[in-house]
């Protein structure tokens, strides 16, 4: 729904709140907010289609910036706050950015970008610094009224990619008009989270997550556009975000499966000290989840969990519930929308069982590029038209979607095809690992052996010792070529 349409519902309703730091934004704030931001880029000649760029942490202006874009027709483009100088550089120039947005929180990498940019506006929040105007002081000094040629602008978000840069996801914009009367208006997955989750404006939705991913970012704007209120973590804690539940009575949240090995490692007098009654729907994705991983959070959450399987790309999706799961384990679920099609390498179409290239036809399959790269797109297209992520996995009788891995994650030992999350399954659930990541490394005779890199629980631990009981527990719960020969440690 449009801001200003909430602005006036509920003008005094918080929209977002930051956990930490305990400041509020308001729906009217937000629309106020957006609404300034929207004239301060007018101000500097952008119009719709333009585009902009920010990096910025989990900060409270964060969707007044998102919004403002959105509302003034403009593709915005979010990026990680962990980027080195000249990785942000290549975004902002290849997205076409006219602005670009960043905090005093991350002034060393601005500062390294002063020169580079010096074609680009360039803001900066909570303060200044040499090149970078204030954002807070540019906008005190703009309206609070929509712009005249409000219409509905879009993101534009860049894969990480497994080889070379990453890609901008480029759709056209409809650069549709935002009359404040049309109160079907949405903004992101305002319908997905409406219709499939549940959400309306009673929404309390818990943001753990970096909010420049597509996930956070989707599905904030989704509920924050049915009026909800948005409680945003600027940083993950498990023990931190059951208290949230608890405190902030949240319905709604979004998780990936690392967040849920931490909340398992929690002691179980401690977990049971949280009220959780009112937490209705946990949505989860990003990344395979470990079986043993999901049925134990089901157990101690209830059948709240919702799978889905989806990219940036949105060419297709598929979900799952937790009843559903209980009966298909490790599926992510059956489509939603697009159409499901599992090809091997010729693009022929696989039977039930057999594993091969995850691709989604329809409607939705084609309605992406990635920006300036007209061959990349061309990859991701098969011969009849559907599109694929890279993912590989099959589908059950019923239609039921399994991952595999990656393709490009493939480690080929000895002739053998390894796909390296079956094995981080396996290490993740040993109770001396906090992270793991698996990959192949070349091999004089096999090709390429298996190699795990740990964060352990505990670094005074990580040695020989440590390194043999991972790879022998590992060794129990999966075939023994598929488990790593030898195990790095890093903290």
């Known amino acids: 729904m449009h801001p200003g349409v909430n602005g006036k519902k509920y003008p005094n309703k918080p929209a977002i709140i930051m956990l930490n730091s305990g400041k509020i934004i308001t729906h009217g704030q ?35 910036i998102v919004f403002a874009a959105w509302r003034s027709g403009l593709r915005y483009t979010a990026m990680s706050w962990r980027l080195q100088p000249s990785e942000v550089e290549y975004i902002v120039k290849d997205c076409g950015a006219k602005a670009f947005i960043t905090s005093k929180f991350l002034e060393e990498t601005a500062m390294n970008l002063e020169e580079s940019l010096s074609e680009v506006k360039k803001f900066m929040l909570d303060g200044t610094s ?9 906008l005190s000094s703009m309206p609070a009224e929509p712009v005249e040629d409000e219409s509905q602008g879009g993101a534009m978000l860049y894969s990480s990619g497994t080889t070379g840069r990453p890609k901008g996801i480029y759709r056209e914009l409809a650069l549709n008009p935002l009359p404040y009367t049309q109160e079907e208006e ?6 997905v989270v409406e219709g499939i989750y549940g959400g309306d404006e009673n929404t309390v939705y818990l943001s753990p ?39 902030y009575k949240v319905t709604h949240s979004q998780w990936v499966p690392t967040m849920f090995v931490k909340f398992l490692k929690i002691e179980e007098s401690n977990r049971q000290a949280y009220d959780l009654s009112s937490h209705k729907v946990a949505i989860h994705a990003a990344a395979p989840c470990p079986k043993e991983v999901k049925e ?26 937790s009843e559903e799961w209980m009966q298909h384990k490790g599926t992510v679920g059956r489509a939603l929308f697009g159409e499901l099609h599992i090809l091997d390498e010729d693009s022929n179409e696989l039977p039930a069982g057999e ?15 990635y920006h300036n790269d007209k061959e990349k797109t061309q990859e991701a ?32 030992s000895g002739g053998v095809n390894i796909y390296p999350q079956e094995t981080e399954d396996a290490l993740i ?63």
């Open 30 to 64: 937000l629309n106020d907010l957006s609404n300034q931001g929207a004239q301060l880029f007018r101000s500097l000649g952008l119009k719709p289609g333009d585009s902009i760029a920010f990096m910025l942490e989990n900060h409270p202006l964060f969707f007044p």
């Open 130 to 138: 040499d090149g970078y105007a204030s954002y807070e002081e540019s």
């Open 186 to 191: 949405d903004l992101g997955l305002g319908r």
């Open 209 to 247: 997550a970096p909010l420049y991913h597509s996930a956070p970012l989707g599905f904030n704007t989704g509920f924050l556009s049915l009026g909800g209120t948005s409680v945003v973590m600027e940083k993950f804690d498990p023990e931190a975000a059951l208290k949230a539940i608890q405190d």
């Open 296 to 321: 134990a959070m089901i157990n101690w959450w209830g059948p709240i969990l919702y799978e889905y399987y989806a990219g940036t790309e949105f060419n297709g999706m598929t979900i799952v519930n």
């Open 355 to 369: 594993a091969g290239g995850i691709y989604f036809g329809g409607e939705t399959a084609t309605t992406y590029e």
């Open 381 to 412: 297209i098969s011969k009849q038209g559907y599109s694929t992520l890279g993912d590989i996995g099959y589908v059950d009788e019923e239609g039921y979607l399994y991952l595999t891995d990656r393709k490009a994650f493939m480690i080929i």
């Open 429 to 491: 659930m040993h109770p001396k690992v906090t992270d793991v990541a698996v990959f192949g490394v070349p091999h004089p005779e096999m090709g390429e052996e298996v190699k795990a890199v740990v964060q352990p629980v505990n670094m005074s631990e990580a040695g020989p010792d440590l390194e043999a009981e991972l790879i022998a527990h590992c060794r129990d719960k999966i075939s023994h070529v598929k488990c790593p020969k030898s195990v790095d440690f890093e903290e």
